[in-house]
């Protein structure tokens, strides 16, 4: 595991320089935007907790650094799937692979039931149990959006624009409300502009300086 600042590298395409911040070597499991939405949880938990709980993807990046987060703080971890194929069932690398790795206690929804159970995960939670959404979609993510936010200013003092992409959003409002003299741009890596807005109108209204491009 690295420590912070995470390093600064440039690419230059079509003749253009771009700054690509790489958060990817901070950990080779809890990297990217997914370290800093978790960053709470590694420096300043909640108190008590010791079970995390979510649900998405089968091979999704949160996923993984979820696993490997309570792996590493001696947590329960459950994660909720829609049904798997017997191929990734026996898989032996990815992402799944790596969080049942880790000790992740995955658990089956049949597709019919997976709506109406994901929306009811939040009723008879325990006090040490901690629903985190999808993706890792939660308001503990600005901590760790303001402390990235705070070294592109000291790092790269002379870039005003910044494009981040987005799942759930969270990373890009958050980095916007941190920034909010930058323009940030991002686009929807999972769906479309539709989709996304509605995913981060849950979390947080939409910040002036946050571009979505389609």
């Known amino acids: 595991m690295k420590t912070l600042p995470t390093p600064v590298d440039t690419i230059s395409v079509e003749g253009r320089v771009f700054y690509i911040?790489?958060?990817?070597?901070?950990?080779?499991?809890?990297?990217?935007?997914?370290?800093?939405?978790?960053?709470?949880?590694?420096?300043?938990?909640?108190?008590?907790?010791?079970?995390?709980?979510?649900?998405?993807?089968?091979?999704?990046?949160?996923?993984?650094?979820i696993a490997k987060l309570c792996f590493d703080k001696g947590?329960?971890?459950?994660?909720?799937?829609?049904?798997?194929?017997?191929?990734?069932?026996?898989?032996?690398f990815g992402n799944f692979y790596l969080a049942l790795k880790f000790g992740m206690n995955h658990i089956e929804i049949e597709n019919t039931l997976y709506r109406d159970f994901i929306q009811n995960l939040t009723l008879n939670l325990d006090k040490q149990t901690y629903l985190l959404h999808q993706g890792g979609a939660d308001t503990l993510a600005k901590e760790g959006m303001e402390i990235l936010a705070g070294e592109i200013k000291k790092q790269l003092p002379d870039v005003k624009s910044i494009a981040i992409p987005s799942?759930?959003?969270?990373?890009?409002?958050?980095?916007?409300?941190?920034?909010?003299?930058?323009?940030?741009y991002t686009t929807a890596a999972v769906g479309d502009k539709d989709y996304l807005l509605k995913q981060i109108s849950f979390i947080s209204d939409i910040p002036k300086n946050l571009i979505i491009l389609e």
Do not use: C
């Not at 909640?46 to 650094?65: C, E, F, R, T, V």
């Not at 947590?75 to 032996?92: A, D, G, I, R, V």
């Not at 759930?168 to 003299?181: H, M």
């Open 75 to 92: 947590w329960k971890f459950t994660y909720y799937t829609k049904p798997l194929s017997k191929t990734q069932k026996e898989q032996t």
């Open 21 to 65: 911040k790489r958060d990817d070597l901070y950990d080779p499991y809890i990297s990217g935007n997914k370290f800093r939405k978790l960053y709470s949880f590694i420096t300043n938990p909640p108190k008590d907790i010791n079970h995390i709980i979510s649900y998405g993807g089968s091979q999704s990046n949160a996923m993984l650094s």
């Open 167 to 184: 799942g759930t959003g969270t990373s890009a409002v958050f980095l916007a409300k941190a920034l909010p003299s930058y323009n940030i």
